[in-house]
């Protein structure tokens, strides 16, 4: 493991490993990426929240995105509220360099 990713899983759970460490190797814009994300989601969502990395694919499709799962004590109409800011605030100024292969949603637990 890299010395990126060991700094990855000290801030997410990331339940397939070696599968999101092969995509951020495809895809090096996203390691910077992912080592800002915990200081814009903590700044919106607070500090109760857990971070988790999943790769999602479409084989028929042919598509492959990580997804940031942002769980939350808060309700699901308040997660769509500070989704909506944390997407305003941070992710629209990333957008035109993760070219459709990150994408991030808020869960209630």
Do not use: C
């Not at 814009?29 to 800002?36: M, T, V, Y």
């Not at 309700?75 to 909506?84: D, H, R, T």
């Amino acid at each position: 493991m890299n010395e990126i990713l060991d700094n990855l899983t000290e801030v997410y759970e990331i339940p397939n490993l070696n599968e999101v460490e092969k995509f951020i190797a495809q895809t090096p814009d996203l390691n910077s990426i992912l080592e800002d994300a915990p200081i814009y989601i903590d700044k919106i969502f607070g500090e109760d929240n857990n971070k988790i990395l999943e790769i999602h694919s479409d084989p028929e499709a042919e598509w492959d995105e990580l997804f940031l799962i942002i769980q939350t004590p808060y309700s699901p109409q308040e997660n769509i509220m500070l989704e909506k800011k944390l997407f305003d605030s941070w992710f629209v100024n990333i957008s035109n360099r993760i070219n459709n292969k990150f994408n991030f949603i808020a869960e209630s637990v």
